[in-house]
Nanobody
Framework: QVQLVESGGGLVQAGGSLRLSCAASGRTFSNYGMGWFRQAPGKDREFVAAIATISTNYADSVKGRFAISRDNAKNTVYLQMNQLKPEDTAVYYC???????????????WGQGTQVTVSS
């Protein structure tokens, strides 16, 4: 079982930056594929970014602006978000899966989410 706790959300102006963190429980964090998803009001949850051992994967809408990374010593995955746009406003969720891949599917564990609001 893996428990995930997100932090770092907030209100930012368009063009600004935020860094989300996701702290994971468990001693096998380094064996898990990790991802970030988001859900805007009235919309389905969508894939944002994922990381395996070193490989990464991004949604087209965030390529070049967002960067995912992980620190296995701290059991933490990060999402650095730059050049934020109002359409990035959503609840952001951290996710984990026992398969070490950066594919946007197969996630078994989810955090509670953190709100990101980008004002225009």
């Amino acid at each position: 079982q893996v428990q995930l706790v997100e932090s770092g959300g907030g209100l930012v102006q368009a063009g600004g930056s935020l860094r989300l963190s996701c702290a994971a429980s468990g001693r096998t964090f380094s064996n898990y594929g990790m991802g970030w998803f988001r859900q805007a009001p009235g919309k389905d949850r969508e894939f944002v970014a994922a990381i395996a051992t070193i490989s990464t994967n991004y949604a087209d809408s965030v390529k070049g602006r967002f960067a995912i990374s992980r620190d296995n010593a701290k059991n933490t995955v990060y999402l650095q978000m730059n050049q934020l746009k109002p359409e990035d406003t959503a609840v952001y969720y951290c996710a984990a899966k026992s398969a070490m891949s950066a594919a946007p599917i197969g996630y078994q564990y989810w955090g509670q989410g953190t709100q990101v609001t980008v004002s225009s």
